[in-house]
């Protein structure tokens, strides 16, 4: 079992930055390929990011690239995720993600869909206002 618990969320004004964290149980992190999705009322949970086991592969949806960068400290079975430049339509609850049996392959199109997690966590809301 794997638990999975968010923070940083908040409130913020556009162009602003949070930095969002995800803490993992379990003594092999380093082995779960990791994500980031995000869902507003009364829509699909979006993909945001995800990044491979050793941090060495990254991806991005094309909505965040270049303002969201993922990454992890897998000594602190950590998950990270920096957002800058925040527009008021990256307001959603963002959820972490993580599978712990990872293909031998990091695949983008694979991980940017909801199938591959196991476990999530509970959510934390990101509120941009304009």
């Known amino acids: 079992q794997v638990q999975l618990v968010e923070s940083g969320g908040g409130l913020v004004e556009a162009g602003g930055s949070l930095r969002l964290s995800c803490a993992a149980s379990?003594?092999?992190?380093?082995?779960?390929?990791m994500g980031w999705f995000r869902q507003t009322p009364g829509k699909e949970r979006e993909f945001v990011a995800a990044?491979?086991?050793?941090?060495?592969?990254?991806s991005y949806a094309d909505s965040v690239k270049g303002r969201f960068a993922i990454s992890r400290d897998n000594a602190k079975s950590t998950l990270y995720l920096q957002m800058n430049s925040l527009k008021p339509e990256d307001t959603a609850v963002y959820y972490c993600?993580?599978?712990?049996?990872?293909?031998?392959?990091?695949?983008?199109?694979?991980?940017?869909?909801?199938?591959?997690?196991?476990?999530w966590g509970q959510g934390t809301q990101v509120t941009v206002s304009s």
């Open positions: 990044i491979s086991t050793r941090g060495g592969s990254t």
């Open positions: 379990g003594r092999t992190f380093s082995t779960y390929v």
């Open positions: 993600a993580a599978d712990p049996s990872p293909r031998t392959y990091y695949s983008s199109s694979y991980y940017s869909r909801v199938g591959p997690y196991d476990y």
